[in-house]
């Protein structure tokens, strides 16, 4: 995670940026999930940082320019830049025949459960789920089904009844933050391959990884199965409100299929121009700007190790091996639901955090520390001294 260039002390994300009244849903939405307004917010994952100066530079450059007309996403500087990250950074090679391009992963991830599944289908996830792809299935008629991160056992007997038909695989996990390893995904790969069921690999927070962790994507595992793997560069570059997202389709019949879908029945043929844009510069110049990220959210979390084991040494809380959200069990404190907790956070330390209920997981909280140290520090000491008041 070294990083030689201007911001190298970190002043770039040390930096607080005042969100409010740009439309924030962190921080001008609070009131959409919290009863309470003008909370300090923790909660939905994205960062309280400017995006990389490469990127910003590119859209002012394409702002300039003027013209903003339908576009094409099949250009070579897209798929070039996508094909160069993935040599570099995952030393994988991707074949952009099997490129798609969507507005959003969620949207991608519609189109495939409409492709692959009709309703009342089974969906297969680890718990705890992102709750997105709760209201993605759900929302489309079909039954979400979890099981535990390593129940083996249950994932066979879930992919095996006969109504199963896809399995969603978050690579690296939401919100736990777990990399998957080479024998897991092998594992994963040839139980779907077994009970004939499609996978869909979720990889936006695969450029988020830590040190001693390494993501893998899931192209070269995808053989004899159906597969699509979804992701985009607005997490890790934090550009989500530009929206776009891409993914690789195995299958050609399914890849132009859904091409097809996008073009015609959906009507997305031409996508945002600066979403193409940001991606292009992000992955040829945003390099050196992702590991400082990196290495300054690493940073946030370590704190959080450091006051939990001070504090709460009861919880034994690990930095996951991915990402910036932080995901706490707080059962061993004995709190087992999330109402009081919540209370005590909302309406005392004036802190809104996510619910572990949320993600099917009561008893849990997760903590977005995509955000400048100060933050970050005001909303763990508010976190703890919420948790020590509830606990007793």
């Excluded at 919290?34 to 530079?57: A, E, N, Y």
């Excluded at 073009?263 to 997305?268: H, I, K, P």
């Excluded at 009081?340 to 849990?364: C, D, I, N, S």
């Excluded at 909303?379 to 020590?388: P, T």
Aim: proline content about 6%; some cysteine; glycine content about 10%.
């Amino acid at each position: 995670m070294t990083y030689d260039g201007s911001v190298q002390d970190f002043d770039l994300f040390d930096t607080p940026v005042d969100r409010r009244g740009t439309w924030c849903v962190q921080w001008d939405g609070i009131t959409d999930r919290f009863p309470v307004p003008d909370l300090l917010p923790f909660t939905i994952s994205d960062m309280d940082f400017r995006c990389p100066p490469q990127v910003i530079d590119a859209i002012n450059a394409r702002v300039a320019h003027g013209v903003f007309g339908y576009t094409d996403w099949r250009n070579d500087d897209f798929r070039g830049a996508i094909r160069d990250w993935y040599a570099r950074r995952y030393a994988t090679e991707v074949d952009t025949d099997r490129l798609v391009y969507a507005p959003s992963v969620l949207n991608q991830i519609s189109q495939l459960l409409r492709m692959w599944t009709v309703p009342g289908d089974g969906v297969v996830a680890h718990a705890p789920t992102y709750d997105g792809f709760r209201k993605a299935v759900t929302g489309l008629g079909r039954e979400m089904r979890t099981v535990g991160l390593d129940d083996w056992a249950g994932l066979e007997r879930e992919l095996a009844r006969p109504d199963a038909r896809v399995l969603f695989l978050c690579s690296p996990h939401n919100p736990t933050g777990h990399v998957w390893t080479d024998a897991e995904l092998r594992r994963v790969a040839d139980l779907a391959r077994t009970y004939d069921v499609a996978v869909i690999s979720d990889e936006i927070h695969s450029d988020l990884t830590h040190d001693g962790s390494t993501h893998l994507p899931f192209v070269p595992y995808g053989e004899g199965l159906r597969w699509a793997l979804v992701t985009s560069g607005t997490k890790s570059f934090n550009f989500p409100a530009l929206s776009g997202s891409y993914g690789f389709v195995g299958d050609p019949d399914d890849h132009a299929a859904f091409v097809r879908r996008m073009d015609t029945g959906e009507g997305l043929a031409s996508p945002a121009v600066l979403s193409l844009t940001a991606h292009i510069a992000a992955y040829r110049e945003g390099g050196e700007w992702l590991d400082a990220l990196r290495a300054y959210t690493y940073g946030n979390l370590r704190m959080l190790g450091e006051r939990l084991d001070a504090e709460l040494p009861e919880l034994k809380w690990q930095v996951p091996e991915a990402g910036y959200l932080a995901w706490i069990d707080l059962r061993p404190l004995g709190i087992e639901e999330d109402a009081e907790l919540q209370r005590v956070l909302v309406e005392e330390e004036k802190v809104a955090v996510m619910p572990g209920g949320t993600y099917g997981a009561p008893g849990f909280v997760r903590l977005n520390l995509g955000c400048p140290r100060s933050k970050a520090q005001a909303g763990v000491e508010a976190l703890i001294r919420g948790v020590r008041r509830v606990a007793g």
